[in-house]
């Protein structure tokens, strides 16, 4: 056989090699979260909820495992669990890399994008323009729109980019667009630096400032980034809830979502107090925003990492994975308002058996495979941790310590750490209910825990890389009060239903 005919058929072989590694069985790969095949991805973007689909669209880098000229990935999922990852929706152009930003759904056709009766998703999103960054300019973020007549399929970028041109900050990006009904327009909800910015449109094409808030309330570690603003009924009265990424700055260091609740009335956003609150206390949940269209409940989803170490972690074909979805909701604690968040519902479709256990069962050690739900309550709320560890000696410790009044994850010994020196530790998140009894639910997958107390009024969100998955877990606990155990096995989501 001719030497170049040889060499063709290694390649060959080599790239099929490499096509064909299986993404499923990949060391850590998450089988009940949403994580690209390959590549790079960062924050959910244009997360729209249309016909039936849930689109989740994502900052990705499909070039390489770290973060780089910034797409729109896209995945589509009916179920908010199982997802098929799609075709790249938008690539970086001569104005620059594809940022953050949102997708909503124009019924009315404001836009005049839609034609033949064709309903236009429009989506906004931060244009970076590496260059002007290069140059130390301080114009290279401003804002760009493209629009989608066949449900989110393909995009078209609109002719007259960008669309809201920076007023000169550096840092001016991460549009979240929703409808105020009163006011019968759009609202963008923008972070610039160290401060959210509101603009109003009636078209989603040109945009009038409204207002900015933030200046001094809240937490200014870093730079604030990806905001959402929500309206929820609570207790028969209107709150609305301002979530803000920041990085760094965040609870455990690094970057973190903060939280303001208050009034908007389509101009300005007034606090009702300047309290630094969380939506979750885990080092691994950033860029956090939720779904538009769903109606009056709210989900959410978040980056499950952190930019400490993000780029950083011993995963080998693909980085990072979002947060199992959530419903998000406001509840009224004392004199405060404090999200709540809980897994969406369709996360009983994983469910393959749930197996109640008693006190003495889980104090023994109970075996462990695959992605599980462990749910329990404690009457009359103390000291008590789960321990999930393999038979290397590595393990993971969730639970509640009650002199500090806190729940807490430990990864101080649960397995690879050798990439960030701050990963190996242990982490705290305050206790936000008030009554004696307290409901946990723990999500362990591969490469991540997820802790809900108090019907999500505490979260909190870590990943973990094991040398092997654990594999069995087992209780401490101060008093014997432990009751409705059940650990619920689930299915991988990458066997789609
Ligand atoms: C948040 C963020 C956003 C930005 C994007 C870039 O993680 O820094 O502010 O739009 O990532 O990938």
């Known amino acids: 056989m001719p030497r170049f005919l040889i060499q063709l058929l290694l390649l060959m072989t080599g790239f099929t090699i490499c096509q064909a590694q299986d993404p499923v069985h990949e060391a850590y790969r998450p089988q009940i979260h949403f994580s690209p095949k390959k590549s790079w991805m960062n924050d959910p973007n244009g997360l729209v909820y249309y016909k039936d689909n849930y689109h989740m669209f994502f900052q990705y880098y499909p070039d390489s495992t770290v973060w780089g000229p910034m797409h729109w990935g896209h995945a589509v999922s009916k179920d908010l669990v199982h997802w098929k990852e799609a075709a790249i929706a938008l690539y970086p152009d001569k104005l620059g890399y594809i940022f953050s930003g949102s997708t909503v759904v124009d019924k009315s056709n404001t836009s005049g994008f839609g034609s033949n009766g064709k309903t236009p998703l429009v989506a906004?999103?931060?244009?970076?323009?590496?260059?002007?960054?290069?140059?130390?300019?301080?114009?290279?973020?401003?804002?760009?729109?493209?629009?989608?007549l066949d449900e989110g399929t393909t995009w078209t970028k609109y002719s007259g980019n960008p669309i809201l041109k920076t007023p000169g900050m550096k840092d001016f990006r991460d549009p979240k667009i929703s409808w105020y009904p009163e006011g019968k327009k759009w609202i963008m909800t923008l972070a610039a630096g160290d401060r959210i910015m509101f603009y109003s449109s009636a078209d989603l094409k040109s945009w009038t400032r409204e207002s900015e808030f933030g200046v001094g309330t809240g937490a200014h570690g870093g730079v604030w980034e990806c905001p959402d603003l929500l309206s929820f009924k609570v207790d028969g009265k209107q709150v609305w809830l301002l979530l803000v990424s920041i990085n760094p700055g965040g609870a455990q260091g690094g970057s973190g979502t903060q939280y303001f609740t208050g009034s908007f009335d389509g101009h300005a956003f007034t606090p009702l107090d300047?309290?630094?609150?969380?939506?979750?206390?885990?080092?691994d949940?950033?860029?956090?925003?939720?779904?538009s269209n769903t109606?009056?409940?709210?989900?959410?989803?978040?980056?499950?990492?952190?930019w400490q170490y993000g780029t950083k972690v011993p995963t080998v074909q693909w980085r990072s994975a979002m947060t199992i979805p959530r419903v998000l909701g406001l509840k009224k604690i004392g004199d405060g308002y404090f999200t709540t968040m809980m897994p969406v519902e369709a996360l009983e479709k994983l469910v393959i058996k749930t197996t109640s256990y008693n006190h003495d069962a889980t104090e023994n050690g109970i075996a462990l495979t695959g992605p599980v739900r462990l749910e329990f309550t404690v009457s009359d709320l103390h000291s008590f941790s789960f321990t999930f560890s393999n038979s290397q000696g590595q393990a993971l410790k969730a639970g509640y310590d009650e002199e500090k009044n806190s729940f807490f994850i430990d990864r101080s010994q649960a397995g690879r750490s050798d990439f960030y020196s701050g990963f190996a530790t242990i982490h705290y998140g305050p206790r936000i209910a008030q009554t004696n009894e307290s409901r946990i639910t723990i999500l362990l997958d591969n490469s991540s825990v997820e802790l809900f107390a108090d019907q999500g009024l505490t979260t909190m969100t870590e990943v973990f890389f094991p040398d092997q998955p654990y594999n069995s877990v087992q209780q401490t606990v101060s008093r014997k009060s432990l009751n409705d155990i059940k650990i619920s096995q689930l299915s991988s989501v990458w066997s789609q239903p």
């Not at 244009?127 to 401003?142: L, M, R, V």
């Not at 949940?285 to 779904?291: D, E, I, K, L, R």
């Not at 109606?295 to 952190?306: A, P, R, T, V, Y």
């Open 124 to 148: 906004i999103f931060t244009q970076h323009d590496p260059a002007g960054e290069k140059a130390g300019s301080n114009n290279f973020q401003n804002q760009s729109l493209a629009y989608s």
């Open 285 to 291: 949940n950033y860029a956090g925003v939720t779904w």
């Open 295 to 306: 109606g009056d409940e709210k989900i959410f989803l978040g980056w499950m990492s952190n």
């Open 274 to 283: 300047t309290v630094t609150r969380w939506a979750d206390y885990g080092a």
